[in-house]
């Protein structure tokens, strides 16, 4: 009976989620430790002031946007939706992995996200918040973008319904407001935990205030417990309808190379491919960087690379579609655009994005490519690389050339667009280093449920 209580044991809870001589305590003393250390750690002041000086260049290029003009970019005609577009799907495809391992691995009960939710949430606030500011941009005159909200102006004008950028505005504010509930539920009772390890009166002020008075009682887990899984239930529509919206921009067009109906699934693989690529990117450094290596385990990352080589297929597998339906389509407009993608004056971001999207992810059928952290982290930034990429040549590649020669145009980024990419970047990461200092980046609750000692048959020795 005892070896068959021990088989179970592990078989239940697979003892290398949580690695060392970890307890209930020893969790709440590596999580919360980081909160409460007089300093963090030295490689923190070096990433938070370069993201810092990042996001001071993207203040200056929004304000040197707002008061020269939308002229100050590389748009013209025919690529009228340039660099602000592109950057609005990469940035939005990379918020989609926090809802995938938040809400969906949660309702499949899969034990491996407890150690990286949290950085998956907290990635999704941010990168929403990042992608939301490209179209306020891309509007020119940003002071009238309240008039894409559904309330009459003073022209008497209503938004138009039918336009896949309106529904963009839905999509993006629902996904962000879900997802922002959904990550504070989450923190509550971590809050609760620094709250009462506090020493300080502002900490246990403001800690106290966003804890919500919870004590932790039998009462308050079984509501926290029905409210998490609603909000779970909720989001999970959202990993395939917001992405499915913004594909909507394209796919409702006339103009060849976008009016195609492979796109919403194609582009809710490619959003969950760059977004693990992206948690990946940001956990590695951060377990080194903050000793949470026995809590975000080898076994973590390599599920998560399997999820990337899962989706890696299924983006080159739509890309090969793509030639295919353009072939056999026999539209002559159609088979130009792809032959022009891989063959035409942008070939080189073409290629670049298919090494970085199909080739580089087949390491991962290698188990010790999958388990070696400097590989892993090296694909990733390929994967982002390749998805930013993928966002471009589909955007440029389908205008530059359009349907008359004489109106072709080569498109050439300048240094704003340039500096406001790196600036957006800034954003991202001085919201991600505010997050690592002050708040929990593990989920304390989550992962004391999937240690050993947590199920109420374990065998004591």
Sequence with gaps: MANSTSI?????????????????????????GVIEAPKPPKAWYGIFGTALAMLGVLGAMIVYLVVTGVGVWGNNQPVAWGWPIVNFVFWVGIGHAGTLISAVLFLFRQDWRTGINRFAEAMTIFAVICAGMFPAIHVGRIWFIWWVFPIPNQMSMWPNFRSPLLWDVFAVSTYFSVSLLFWYMGLVPDLASVRDRAVTKAKRFWYGLFSLGWTGSNRQW?????????????????????HSVVSF????????????????PYFVAGAIFSGFAMVLTLSIPARKIFGLEELITIRHIDNMTKVIMATGMMVGYAYAMEFFMAWYSGNQYEGFTFINRAFGPYAWAYWIMV????????????????????????????????????RFVITVTSLNRDFLPSSWHYFTPTWVDILTLIGSFGLFFTCFML???????????????????????????
């Excluded at 079984?222 to 309808?241: K, M």
Aim: glycine share 2%; hydrophobic share 45%.
């Design 355 to 390: 090494s970085c999207n199909v080739l580089s992810p087949q390491i991962f059928w290698f188990k010790k490519m999958r388990r070696n952290l400097t590989v892993v982290f090296i694909m990733s930034l390929f994967v982002n690389v390749g998805m930013w990429f993928e």
């Design 435 to 461: 997050f690592c200092r002050f708040l929990p980046q593990v989920a304390i609750s989550e992962v004391k449920n999937v240690l050993p000692s947590a199920h109420p048959h374990h065998d004591a020795h």
């Design 222 to 242: 079984h509501r926290y417990e029905r409210a998490y899984l609603l909000l779970a239930a909720l989001a999970t529509p959202l990993v395939l309808s917001v």
């Design 8 to 32: 179970d044991n592990v078989d239940i809870f697979p003892e290398e989620l949580v690695q060392g001589n970890n307890d209930f305590h020893s969790i709440t003393e590596t999580v919360c």
């Design 249 to 264: 921009d394209f796919a409702t067009s006339q103009l060849a190379g976008w009016h195609t109906t492979i796109f919403p």
